[in-house]
Structures are given as C-alpha cells and as structure tokens.
Nanobody
Framework: QVQLVESGGGLVQAGGSLRLSCAASGSIFSIEAMGWYRQAPGKQRELVAK???????IYADSLKGRFTFARDNAKNTGYLQMNSLKSEDTGVYYC??????????????WGQGTQVTVSS
C-alpha cells in the first residue's frame, strides 16, 4: 500500500504565497507520475500541475507563471509553490501519484486533501 501525505495548506491573504508538499511512502518501486489537483466549492476537481516520469511540469493554462511544481525523486516528494494567490485559488488541493509496484503494475493513489483559503 502507498500513502500520500499532504501538508502546507492554510489561510493566506490575496497576493500571498503557500507551499504544499506531498510525501509518498509505502510499497513504491517508482513513481511514474505525480500531480496536484484542486476542487473549489461547487466545482469539479481540476488539474493544477503534474509531472510525468522525468518530464517537465505540465500546468493548467490559467496558473502558468504563478505556480511551480517540482519533485524530489530521492524523497518521493512533490512540492507546489503557489505565488500571487487569488481568491479563486481557494479550494481543497489533492495530491495524486501513479506508482509502479515491484510487481510491475501501476496504481493511482490520492492524498486526503489540504485546504487552501485565500482571503481577499
């Protein structure tokens, strides 16, 4: 089994910054992809950013330039730096990881979510 533990959410004023972390642990052979998604009240979950294998980060178009996603493969951890936050960034942020087990099969896991609230 694999666990994803998110941290770093909280309350911040508009224009401020937050850094989210997602640490993966458990039966991991490799992490094929890792990403952040968010869900605002009354809306569907949407992609924030993701990294597939060793590729460059892929961002939602509306977030380019404000958010930066990086992975520390040695620590199986992903970091989402969020700058110039706006009230519309408010929501629950979820980490997702596609993990390859030692059997060769891949599985998708989700974290429990961390709340980000941006006050205007």
């Amino acid at each position: 089994q694999v666990q994803l533990v998110e941290s770093g959410g909280g309350l911040v004023q508009a224009g401020g910054s937050l850094r989210l972390s997602c640490a993966a642990s458990g039966s991991i052979f490799s992490i094929e992809a890792m990403g952040w998604y968010r869900q605002a009240p009354g809306k569907q979950r949407e992609l924030v950013a993701k990294i597939i294998s060793g590729g460059d980060p892929i961002y939602a178009d509306s977030l380019k330039g404000r958010f930066t996603f990086a992975r520390d493969n040695a620590k199986n951890t992903g970091y989402l730096q969020m700058n110039s936050l706006k009230s519309e960034d408010t929501g629950v942020y979820y980490c997702n990881a596609v993990v390859r087990a030692t059997t060769g099969r891949t599985f998708s896991f989700w974290g429990q979510g961390t709340q980000v609230t941006v006050s205007s």
